[in-house]
């Protein structure tokens, strides 16, 4: 099975600190992605990435940047945390099309997230 | 913008009792439905996906039904169970311009009453 790894589970943070969450998948995937979660508002998508040292901005990348400088790792740092970041963070991962059709699921896997507290 | 409007926000069901989540989306391009399954300190999973070509998925206990032309799909749990206590997630794949991403639901939490 696909296994997407977030390295913290719980972090507490101060205001005006940079942070990152790490996220490491072993299975080959292209794609990766970084999603927050509040309760009422669902998933949003912050960043993602298709390929190595590619980046896209998703819905909300204000306040956030992201590093993929190996295939299998894609970083998500918040320059300058503030209270309004406090979040459940996600990573997933998902395999491009073209590999997709050798069978393979065409979803996504999940980390187990990262609960970001700033205070 | 909200792509995809996921009702109802929670849901209470006794057990042996179908559980119905219903989603609606604007985007005509969308070209795969899935939907994830998330128990509490967990990531979300995925459940079972369809395909915009097929009107109905079905999966043991689980059944996705897709209308096209409503631009409207919903997913049925039947003989609902106390372990399919959970959040629900419809989510709809946006793969214009060569890039993929889902868009999703803002969650249905699911609670099965023994």
């Known amino acids: 099975d696909v296994k997407v790894t977030q390295s913290s589970r719980y972090l507490v943070k101060r205001t005006g600190e940079k942070v990152f969450l790490e996220c490491v998948q072993d299975?080959?995937?292209?794609?990766m992605f970084w999603y927050r979660q509040d309760p009422g508002l669902g998933l949003r998508l912050i960043y993602f990435s298709y390929d190595v040292k590619m980046k896209e901005k998703g819905d909300i990348p204000e306040g956030y940047s992201v590093s993929r400088e190996k295939k299998e790792r894609f970083s998500l740092i918040l320059e300058s945390a503030s209270t309004n970041q406090t979040s459940m963070y996600l990573c997933?991962?998902?395999?491009?099309?073209?590999?997709?059709?050798?069978?393979?699921?065409?979803?996504?896997?999940f980390g187990s997230g990262t609960r970001l507290t700033v205070v | 913008q909200q792509q995809v409007k996921q009702s109802p926000q929670s849901l209470i069901v006794q057990k042996g009792g179908i559980s119905i989540i219903n989603c609606a989306y604007e985007n005509t391009a969308f070209d795969y439905f899935p939907w994830y399954q998330q128990f509490p300190g967990k990531g979300p999973a995925l459940l079972i996906a369809i395909r915009p070509d097929v009107s109905e998925k079905k999966e043991g206990r689980f059944t996705i039904s897709f209308n096209k032309s409503a631009k409207q799909f919903s997913l049925h749990i039947m003989d609902s169970q106390p372990g399919d206590s959970a959040t629900y997630f419809c989510?709809?794949?946006?793969?214009?311009?060569?890039?993929?991403?889902?868009?999703f639901g803002k969650g249905t939490k699911l609670t099965v009453n023994p």
């Open positions: 299975m080959d995937h292209e794609n």
């Open positions: 997933a991962s998902s395999l491009v099309p073209y590999r997709r059709e050798w069978g393979r699921s065409s979803g996504y896997t």
């Open positions: 989510a709809a794949r946006d793969s214009q311009g060569g890039s993929e991403k889902l868009v």
